[in-house]
């Protein structure tokens, strides 16, 4: 199977646009709640059309929710072994990821992360995270 | 939920297929098999059939988008109640649901639920897991994520919140082996040791490759008749004391608590309904496509504390002789999964109340439980059954 490569809608074409300038952003309601992946309507209001969510720039850094490392990929594109992970972010979201640029017996749940632009295909770029260890630079 | 309402309807009748492996065999011919095999088994014909309930468009499941006409087609019946409810792997137990209640008020008098597919061979049909890269799968699809990975993220986050062992996540493998060691039919019938599972090949971490269930091909099919129909009929008829489902999210990285699963709404709306609590039911057949599975529906319908789920499955309680043993004919672990178990969980759940195990029969079973899991967590379904 090949890697699915995202295909912009209308409603997070914003997002992926961020993405492809190594900027992470996430929606933000007009009630002031973070809201991923994004969508056309706010979450905490769904009835009400003028009130459409934000864009708005995060830090891109969080903790490590859960994750599991795949030693026998079912997509050729990414080689196993790999780290699939679901990241917090600090502002509360959660995000699918990949841990790059680490070991994966490096890696454990409620680790600190922080986002990675990763070019998954030419002119591609995927949000990924690595580990934000303290102390350690760049 | 009008559970005197839905008494209106009783089981009476079910098959599972014995194939495991169907080599060049179409799934429509094991819908074929199975229906015939359970209208049998009730002592009734395709002629008495007016209800088809199926999911059949999934891999290997020999269909396309309009699946039910597509079985109803090959099958030659033309239903006059018809449902696809296609909500991953418990979807039979909820099609199940369905049915019992178009019997209630009549849309139908006699329903069949089936299922069957062939994923180890089938060449044609989706291959992709749950969604597209574009909308809500746009940040989930292109990090290449597998059914095994989805599961693996929970049992990861348990084992970090509750502090469960790998060798506990191996005791439902190892038990669930035992019950299969006495179905012929099964997949794998050697005893494992929580050894041999540590010992196997990791596949997406914390899951060996015993951590994870077979793939077979193969099929299943209930009926259901009106319960005043059901008295003349071959078998007991089996009635529904209770029933509860939900649904919550196929995006993995939507999921509220990565230590719960949708069993923590169906399961309290299933014993609520038949005022039961867990402590009321003999035999549970719990889908176990992972090892993690089984224990999240031990903890989430209330078998025993969320969080202690590691500690039970390894005390033994859910063995055969255990306080609640589970997945009697050795499941989808060792037994069989074609890709949604649910049909055989509540086959084999229905075949503990006649007798008629054929991995290990539990003696005095009166209160039988069947509950099913699709999708990532994404879905669930809980039925409680007895004898008319």
Redesign the interface.
Known sequence: ?D???????AH?KEF?EAVSQDRLVVQKTAAGHWQ???RAHALDDPMTRDTAPRFEPVAGTGTI???????????PA?QAP?V?A?VRLDEGV?????IVDAE?SEVG??DPVRATFVE?APGQK?PCFKLNKAGSVA | MDMELLSRAAIVGACESPRRKANDIHPFQIFHEVIAGALGHAGLTFADVDGLCVTAGDVGEGGSVEDVIEVAEYLGIMPRFFDSTDVGGCSAIVQTARAAAAIACGMADTVVVAYAACPRWFPVGPTTPMTWPIGPGALEMPYGISNITAYGLLAARHMHQFGTTPEQLAAVPVAIRANAARNPSALMKDPITVADVLSSPMISSPFHKLDCCVVTDSGGAVVLTRRDRARDLRKTPIRMLGYGEAITCVNINQTADFTVSPGVHSGPRAFNAAGLSPADVDVAQLYDAFSITPLLALEDLGFCKKGEGGAFVASGAITADGSIPINTDGGGLSSNHPGKRGMFVLIEALRQLWGESPGHQISNCEVSLAHGIGGFNSAASTMLLARS
């Open positions: 199977m890697r699915p490569l995202p295909i912009p809608c997070d992926w991923s992946y994004p929710e859960t994750f599991s490392v795949v030693h026998r990929s079912f997509y990414i790999y699939f679901v959660c995000m699918t990821a990949h994966p749940i409620g998954i995927l």
